[in-house]
């Protein structure tokens, strides 16, 4: 937001006068992330993780496009294209491939804290609905993406990965199994499939950035959020993005390659599935069949219905896996809360911290075989998730009494760093 | 009276709203039609539809053994039924089963001991265990898919998990007494 104290951009060299005459590229640039941004001066950590996933996303573009060069997309020649070709013969390539891998998980982390950040601080409420449903848009492109790049070395987890996730479609009553022979281009897994797959891989990435501008967009119109949940008061409440925040945000980018390395120098298979390193074998299913672990939750929902219940089990759990990320396009219309952060909400808070440990449930039950116990509990936990939005942030929203907010931001600073009262006034005067 | 932007008096001047929805319905029609092939280009090619039959033999297939063979690029079973596995199957009442059917109804008449279905599991399309030597064929003694933990009996119909019907029997017939042509 253009806050009347922002800065304006003034250019000084006659190169850059010129040049914002006929297109003011540099004004725009110092606006969105310049010292022309004012941002609230009390943002913690939590606030680095949406630069975390952009830098995320550009390494993920760059090795992308880097490893495409080497890559056949063929059933005959994928699998040892990557694994022979690129992790031995190309240059660096055991690097590209392994950064672009962990990548992958690097971006996906970041993206769940992003969105734990929201549903905790309340980011999602009004004025920021467009952002937050930009941000759920991103994360189903995201998954696509994700999806589509690991069914790319056609090893088994790829194969019948493609297999599974393709025959989601075919719950769908009457049109389901068309669809799934015309994602597929036939009739199981096949050249057809692995073509088109890469055809999207390389295409999705840069729809993404496309609402990765978008979602920047629509947060600059209100302005961020902060901790408090408390709007920006005045020029005392907020710093220039740059350099305050470019500097904050570098250190956490510095962090975040510390992490990526060490995952890509000690542990580049950690993560990953061992059974990638077989070829793809169409007759024959791994026992041990997991998908990414960033998955996790969502295949625990997908399990979670073995009984037929008016409609068949299989399309329960196709609609139930969807349901659970297309319910939070609502969650800015479910929680009626006029309070934003969770700080100042003491029931929220306990209800949020009981949806992370759920969601861990779900992970952990998703990476498990199906035993009676694991489908039990993914049970209860797929209950309990949907109940969170549907009953519990609704009713909390209605009964609960939320603590006394602070009159701004600069004051819960202040009284946060025990500053007195008369500090405070003497400096919103 | 109507004034056209000419000055000129228009007599009916519904007539320049047909143009209107006539010119957005021809471009309507233009976009659908580009529309289409860039979707049908998806669906499986000429190649991919060239897909013949298949032809089996079964002669070294001993009771109780079952083989995997390759379909339309998915994995056929093809089993020999023990006795002791066609009693069982004939045990079930077939009309408390999810997707009703008896062994006679998935199986040709006079062959009873050959059970052949595709061996893709009807939930999510992995591949059952069970056809090879030592897998784990499941509580009922059949297949059972990993990736879910549908289960099925001799008879290869859905007893337990999230799978919605048996294993599908694909058609085929014997041409002889050890030879099966699938398709």
Known sequence: MSFPWAKHYEPKQPLMKWLDEKLPLPRFVYNAVGAGYPVPRNLNYFWNFGVLAGVALVCQIVTGIVLAMHFHSSAAGAFESVNVGIMRDVNAGWFLRFAHANGASMFLTVIYIHMFRGLYYGSYKAPREMVWLLGVVIFLLTMATAFMGYVLPWGQMSFWGAQVITGFFTAVPVVGEWVQVWLLGGYAPDDATLNRFFSLHYLLPFVILGAVILHIWALHIPGSGNPTGVEVKGEQDTVPFHPYYTAKDGFGVGVFMIVFSILIFYAPDYLGHADNYIAANPLSTPAHIVPEWYFWPFYAILRAFTADFIIAAKLWGVVAMFGSILILFFLPWLDKSPVRSASYRPMYRIAFWVLVVDVLILGYCGGSAATPGIVITSQLASAYYFAHFLIIVPIISRLEQPKPLPNSITEAVLAKKGGSQVTETALSA | ?183
Not at chain 2, 61 to 67: H, K, L, R, T
Not at chain 2, 70 to 92: M, W
Not at chain 2, 129 to 140: T, V
């Open chain 2, 1 to 183: 009276m109507t004034i056209a932007p000419g000055g000129d008096v228009l007599e009916n001047p519904r007539r320049r709203d047909y143009l209107n929805y006539a010119a957005v319905s021809v471009a309507a029609v233009g976009a659908g039609v580009v529309v289409l092939p860039l979707v049908n280009s998806m669906n499986p090619s000429a190649d991919v539809l060239a897909l013949s039959s298949t032809e089996i033999d079964v002669s070294a297939i001993e009771p109780g053994q079952a083989i995997k063979a390759s379909f339309r690029k998915q994995p056929l079973f093809v089993r020999n039924l023990t006795a002791a596995e066609i009693a069982e199957a004939d045990k079930v009442d077939a009309s408390s089963l999810r997707d009703p059917q008896t062994l006679e109804d998935r199986t040709k008449e006079g062959k009873r001991n050959w059970l052949i279905t595709m061996g893709v599991c009807t939930h999510l399309g992995c591949v059952p265990l069970g056809a090879g030597e030592g897998e784990n064929r499941g509580p009922f003694g059949g297949y059972f898919c990993p990736c879910h933990g549908s289960a099925y009996d001799t008879a290869g119909r859905i007893r337990q998990g999230p799978a919605p019907t048996n294993l599908v029997v694909p058609e085929y017939e014997f041409t002889s007494d050890t030879v099966v042509v699938v398709g």
